[in-house]
């Protein structure tokens, strides 16, 4: 049985949460979910408040997906904060939290690689990067999919790459799921939310709102016709600064990925870039022409 803690409903076993799920649907309740891998902040807690608006029943899960992490050592630095995500939720007024064991997931180490065609959208910008790492996050949000039956998937707009991979498995593989995309949730000074912040010396996250100063410059560039070669350029000269290394700062169709030669051959153009911050790597991304 779930484990009750002041109305919200943690379950702990797919089975359990499945069959919780299809008595709910029989009563003709929509479904949102919201797959996070915990350590939650108001980004995440963002993406709950839009489900509980447009579901019946919204559910969170909490779950560090090895087979996502190309360095082992990135996944034993994961941080895991359980009990402050599940007050968090609770205050969210989330009804029910998955927390699996990677066990439940992937019961006696089967495979659930996942057969699909990406279309390339894995290969460019974080994929060459991280080679294994989409091909990890696709295995485990179909096996989380298959579990709740959700109607509504919410994820946030800050890992673009991830949410449009995740379209098209959707897509090619004709799941009667709908995908929910939130904006991108930001403290005062720009700086994109994310669970690595919290990693940042002081002198780096003084530093890191530069990262959305440049994207908006971007926007700006863009506006006054200039080239996107052109806007790349100047835009990682200017992250360039001391104890920062942009790794890459693209200018790519909001569709496809693939990068913008000619911006009127484009109805959606998007910033990505990702920035080393000393030793924490940071992402973000803005919509430059278009909308989603």
């Given at each position: ?55 019946d029943v919204s559910i969170c899960s909490i779950f ?66 991280r080679p294994g790492h989409f091909e990890g996050v ?54 994109a939310k994310s669970s690595r912040n919290t990693r ?93």
């Open positions: 049985m779930p484990n009750n803690e002041d109305e919200i409903l943690i379950f702990e076993d797919s089975e359990k949460l499945s069959e919780f799920i299809y008595r709910e649907k029989n009563k003709g309740k929509k479904i949102g979910f919201t797959p996070t891998m915990g350590a939650l902040h108001d980004g995440h807690f963002s993406l709950i408040r839009r489900s509980l608006a447009e579901n560090v997906n090895p087979t996502q992490f190309n360095v082992p050592s990135d996944l034993v630095k994961y941080p895991r904060t359980i009990e402050k995500d599940i007050k968090g939720l609770r205050d969210e007024g989330c009804p029910v939290v998955f927390i699996p064991s990677s066990e439940d997931i992937y019961p006696n180490g089967s495979d659930y690689k996942v057969e699909v065609d990406l279309k390339g959208l894995d290969e460019m910008m974080e994929g060459k990067k696709v295995q485990v949000v179909k096996r989380l999919l298959e579990i709740t039956s959700c109607d509504h998937l919410y994820m946030g707009q800050k890992d673009y790459q991830q949410f449009t991979i995740i379209k098209e498995m959707i897509k090619d593989l004709e799941m009667p799921v709908k995908l929910v995309v939130c904006p991108i949730l930001r403290d005062e000074d720009g700086l940042l010396t002081e002198s780096h996250r003084r530093k890191a709102p530069i990262i959305f100063r440049v994207l908006t410059q971007a926007k700006d560039w863009l506006s006054e016709g200039r080239a996107p070669v052109e806007i790349s350029m100047k835009a990682t000269e200017y992250l360039n600064i001391q104890d920062f290394k942009p790794e890459y700062f693209d200018l790519i169709d909001g569709h496809t990925l693939e990068k913008v030669r000619n911006t009127d051959h484009h109805a959606l153009i998007v910033a990505c870039t990702a920035v080393w911050a000393g030793t924490v790597r940071l992402i973000d991304n803005m919509i430059l022409k278009g909308e989603l």
